[in-house]
């Protein structure tokens, strides 16, 4: 064969190519991929080394926080604190909660009366509470307000919830980051002396009281409510959470129903219950 023919051969061996859209090497010598492929062939067929040692954080990071010894800061704090105004600072002061390093913006205490009749203790602070720095301010707190008024409980409420930082995402707080908070809660009840406390959802039903039932069998019901030292027994009715009452509103009439039995103890104390 003749090098014209050959070179014919190869232009045309191009022309394919080029219409095929290859335009440009990748290499300027070949590369032999049957050889590659028997080489990975026998890698695999090797047995595999064991993989590096993974360095194990020290044991109190494993474990996380420690949860009890926030807890111990948490109630020496609680105690020193003689007024409101001074276990909110205490309470915005406080690192022992990981929700203040979690994205929120500042430490949601209370809104209300502080000689309320009525503690309202929901679960934690959403994106409007976060903001505005008041607990039940979003479309949740507009209709606890609003039902709050209907039943004659305007201006007779202090509201707080069991977590003082929003939670991301605005997800439920544990139990962990609940019970971190309890102290200031609980020192929240002895300085407001009310009558009875409002809790509003399972999360705040479940803390509070120490119960596993879920909400819709704890709603409407009469608990009571002991403080760690025994020292302060309240009645308690855990109700449905007003966020849920917007996201259901025919579950409404249940939590209506419960204001009203509330409000009726609460103005009736020597009724029989």
């Not at 929240?188 to 009310?194: D, F, R, S, Y």
Request: hydrophobic share 45%; charged share 25%.
């Amino acid at each position: 064969m003749s090098l014209a023919v050959d070179q014919r051969a190869i232009e045309s061996l191009l022309a394919f190519w080029a219409d095929a859209g290859v335009e440009v090497s990748y290499a300027d010598a070949p590369i032999d991929r049957l050889a590659e492929g028997a080489a990975m062939l026998r890698a695999r067929s090797q047995p595999t080394p064991p993989p590096p040692p993974v360095a194990r954080p020290g044991l109190a990071l494993a474990r996380g926080p420690d949860v009890g010894a926030a807890i111990a800061a948490a109630k020496a704090a609680a105690a020193a604190c003689d007024d409101l105004e001074s276990l909110a600072a205490a309470i915005a002061a406080f690192d022992g909660c990981a929700l203040k390093t979690q994205g929120a913006k500042q430490a949601v205490f209370s809104r209300g009366v502080g000689d309320a009749p009525l503690m309202i203790i929901g679960e934690g602070p959403g994106a409007d509470e976060d903001a505005q720095g008041q607990p039940f301010v979003g479309r949740a707190g507009k209709l606890l307000d609003r039902m709050l008024k209907a039943a004659g409980l305007e201006g007779r409420v202090f509201i707080t919830n069991t977590v003082f930082w929003r939670p991301p995402g605005n997800r439920t707080p544990t139990p962990q980051e609940q019970a971190t908070c309890a102290p200031f809660v609980e020192r929240a009840i002895a300085l407001v002396k009310p009558k009875m406390l409002l809790l509003a959802g399972g999360a705040s039903a479940k803390a509070m009281l120490k119960r596993e039932e879920g909400i819709l069998s704890m709603r409407g019901r009469w608990f009571e409510w002991t403080s760690e030292d025994k020292s302060i027994e309240l009645p308690a009715m855990p109700t449905l959470h007003p966020a849920f009452l917007l996201r259901t509103p025919a579950q409404k009439k249940k939590a209506w129903q419960d204001l009203l039995t509330l409000t009726e103890r609460l103005d009736r104390p020597d009724r029989p219950h």
